[in-house]
């Protein structure tokens, strides 16, 4: 399993994937994310890390990724958000934006342009704002390593055909309730 590989440097149990968030006030939309990778197996590395507070920590974390056996790291902000092009910038890993929704009033908007209007040579992939967002972070970190990682693979077959099952289901449920 893809995260459970050991570090070839320290001998120590790694994880493939990390999710950084700008604040703690981020986790609440932010565990839809880390509980959507453990369904595929996969516990992150999870930390709080802010482009604009902790920027040398940022870059750090950025720089040592690879070293520490990550594979892809998600990054979620709010406001002015620029903690994914903060990373992105500092590693050559795949970095997927997460905006989020603040106090800021803007409600989300803010973050998703922060996030996507990377400038070009240093890519973001940017994912739809809030928790629609962090759950499909996830699912696309999973696809990423599922192209070297049969048993991943075979996971999002399962996870495709039970979320189709669902919807049939619901049309199911909605016909035999004679609603036209
Ligand atoms: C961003 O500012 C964080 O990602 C968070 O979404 C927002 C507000 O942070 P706090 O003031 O709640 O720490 O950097």
Known sequence: MASKKKNAVRGEPVESIAVVMGSDSDMDVMQSCIEQLGEFGIKPVVRVISAHRTPEIAA?????????????????????????????????????????????????????????????????????????????????AVQILALSDNGLAKKLVEFKKAQAKKVIEKNSALRSRNVS
């Open 60 to 140: 750090e974390f950025a720089e040592n990724a690879v070293e520490n056996g990550i594979k892809v790291i998600i990054a979620a902000a709010g406001m002015a958000a620029h903690l994914a092009g903060a990373l992105a910038a500092k590693t050559i890993l795949p970095v997927i934006g997460v905006p989020l929704i603040s106090s800021s009033g803007l409600e989300g908007i803010d973050a998703f342009l922060s996030t996507a209007q990377m400038p070009p040579g240093v890519p973001v992939a940017t994912v739809a704002i809030g928790k629609a967002g962090a759950k499909n972070a996830a699912i696309l």
